[in-house]
């Protein structure tokens, strides 16, 4: 492939986040002490020589900066101040912009007013929707015991119908976002991956979505990160799989006892949300650690919108049981007027696109290695040169 040296680029990687990446003088000492970096992938370093060079091509079509899960160690070692761990998360957000094809995750990193005035607005659409096309508004009766009648409120057809367009939606971006990722790492490139590695890879990608066990390597020194970022993960996975496909299951009239599995895989997600948004609140709150010195606002909105989505939950969940007809009318609202913006936003445009990123990064990555390892076994006279 030619190289293409672009002299704009640092200047435009700069709207992502760091600027401090500008001191390095190549030591080496970050990738030394990358728990995570290694032969076949050797960053944050390279990273950095290839933005000093303006080599953005080569960075597009790299997937390194998603092995990265922000543990800081790089940045504690760097004696410049450059501070590549952030150097990372910025390339992590600009890479976000370049697969989103609709341009809206670049004017999100880059012109935070614009995600916000997104997410108020689909806030209204929903919230007004909601209150004034129901057909059924507030219903009084309540069940034999004594919960509040939620789908009578609110009609289950057109839940489920704004449901699946929420779905579909989401989807429909996030899965097109994915493709480009593909065309950009291996397709533009024309890396030959060998066909049937597109499978065999399939349960590393799998394993490594539900383990996330790549960061247990950076709970070096009593850190705990993995932990605490798992049931953080697991819990709005959990979430999202249950609203988005499977609420009927989830959100019936019946109040379950709470050993049922709606009430025990509800509470675990709760539990989850509430101890990883906590923990992680907490650390950049204290900015006390690397990986929480920095924070852009949409960090904040991330952290943000999902506590109050998880808070607004709970209290449609409490005020159910107890029968509080009007506060379950009004909390169930401005629980979907945080939730479906959330989503609709956050997960293909913004911070919650991470989730799909990385382990997708993480397989094409191994894509790269069959082909590589392919090419090897062909010409072995390449691993000499
Ligand atoms: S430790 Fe700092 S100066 Fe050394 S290569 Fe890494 S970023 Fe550059
Ligand atoms: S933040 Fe941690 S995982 Fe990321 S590059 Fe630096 S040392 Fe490696």
Same mark, same amino acid.
């Given at each position: 492939?030619?190289?293409?040296? +672009?002299?704009?680029?640092?200047?435009?990687?700069?709207?992502?986040?760091?600027?401090?990446?500008?001191?390095?003088?190549?030591?080496?000492?970050?990738?030394?002490?990358?728990?995570?970096?290694?032969?076949?992938?050797?960053?944050?370093?390279?990273?950095?020589?290839?933005?000093?060079?303006?080599?953005?091509?080569?960075?597009?079509?790299?997937?390194?900066?998603?092995?990265?899960?922000?543990?800081?160690?790089?940045?504690?070692?760097?004696?410049?101040? &450059?501070?590549?761990?952030?150097?990372?998360?910025? #390339?992590?957000?600009?890479?976000?912009?370049?697969? +989103?094809?609709?341009?809206?995750?670049?004017?999100?990193?880059?012109?935070?007013?614009?995600?916000?005035?997104?997410?108020?607005?689909?806030?209204?659409?929903?919230?007004?929707?909601?209150?004034?096309?129901?057909?059924?508004?507030?219903?009084?009766?309540?069940?034999?015991?004594?919960?509040?009648?939620?789908?009578?409120?609110?009609?289950?057809?057109?839940?489920?119908?704004?449901?699946?367009?929420? &779905?579909?939606?989401?989807?429909?971006?996030?899965?097109?976002?994915?493709?480009?990722?593909?065309?950009?790492?291996?397709?533009?490139?024309?890396?030959?991956?060998?066909?049937?590695?597109?499978?065999?890879?399939?349960?590393?990608?799998?394993?490594?979505?539900?383990?996330?066990?790549?960061?247990?390597?950076?709970?070096?020194?009593?850190?705990?990160?993995?932990?605490?970022?798992?049931?953080?993960?697991?819990?709005?996975?959990?979430?999202?799989?249950?609203?988005?496909?499977?609420?009927?299951?989830?959100?019936?009239?019946?109040?379950?006892?709470?050993?049922?599995?709606?009430?025990?895989?509800?509470?675990?997600?709760?539990?989850?949300?509430?101890?990883?948004?906590?923990?992680v609140s907490?650390g950049r709150i204290?900015k006390?650690?690397?990986?929480a010195?920095?924070s852009? #606002?949409?960090d904040?909105?991330?952290i943000?919108?999902?506590?109050?989505?998880?808070?607004?939950?709970?209290?449609?969940?409490?005020?159910?049981?107890?029968? #509080?007809?009007? #506060?379950?009318?009004?909390?169930?609202?401005?629980?979907?007027?945080?939730?479906?913006?959330?989503?609709?936003?956050?997960?293909?445009?913004?911070?919650?696109?991470?989730?799909?990123?990385?382990?997708?990064?993480?397989?094409?990555?191994?894509?790269?290695?069959? &082909?590589?390892?392919?090419?090897?076994?062909?010409?072995?006279?390449?691993?000499?040169?």
């Open positions: 492939m030619r190289t293409r040296v +672009d002299a704009k680029f640092k200047r435009e990687l700069n709207l992502f986040g760091s600027e401090d990446w500008s001191h390095c003088f190549h030591c080496g000492n970050c990738t030394a002490a990358c728990p995570l970096s290694e032969n076949a992938a050797m960053f944050p370093r390279k990273s950095l020589r290839a933005i000093q060079l303006g080599l953005k091509d080569q960075i597009i079509s790299n997937p390194e900066p998603w092995l990265c899960y922000y543990c800081g160690d790089c940045s504690e070692k760097c004696p410049q101040g &450059a501070n590549p761990a952030e150097l990372m998360m910025t #390339l992590r957000r600009y890479l976000t912009s370049v697969y +989103d094809w609709t341009g809206l995750s670049r004017l999100f990193y880059t012109k935070h007013w614009f995600e916000i005035v997104a997410l108020v607005v689909l806030g209204l659409i929903v919230g007004l929707g909601l209150s004034i096309f129901n057909p059924n508004g507030i219903v009084y009766p309540l069940n034999a015991d004594g919960g509040v009648k939620i789908n009578e409120m609110f009609p289950i057809p057109m839940i489920h119908l704004g449901d699946m367009i929420m &779905a579909a939606f989401v989807s429909f971006f996030l899965i097109s976002n994915i493709l480009h990722m593909w065309y950009r790492i291996i397709l533009k490139p024309k890396v030959s991956v060998p066909f049937y590695s597109y499978f065999t890879e399939l349960i590393s990608l799998g394993y490594q979505f539900i383990t996330q066990s790549k960061f247990s390597k950076c709970d070096t020194n009593g850190r705990k990160y993995w932990a605490s970022h798992w049931l953080l993960m697991s819990g709005y996975t959990i979430m999202f799989v249950l609203v988005v496909g499977f609420l009927s299951f989830f959100q019936t009239e019946i109040i379950y006892s709470w050993y049922e599995p709606q009430r025990l895989l509800g509470y675990y997600a709760t539990f989850g949300l509430l101890f990883g948004l906590t923990y907490v204290k006390s650690t690397e990986k010195k920095f852009l #606002l949409s904040w909105l991330f943000i919108l999902l506590f109050l989505t998880t808070l607004s939950g709970i209290l449609v969940h409490f005020f159910r049981i107890y029968g #509080l007809v009007e #506060l379950t009318y009004y909390m169930y609202v401005i629980h979907l007027a945080i939730l479906v913006p959330m989503i609709c936003v956050e997960v293909p445009f913004s911070k919650w696109s991470h989730l799909a990123y990385r382990p997708i990064a993480i397989y094409l990555l191994n894509l790269k290695k069959k &082909a590589e390892n392919r090419s090897l076994e062909a010409n072995p006279q390449l691993a000499v040169n």
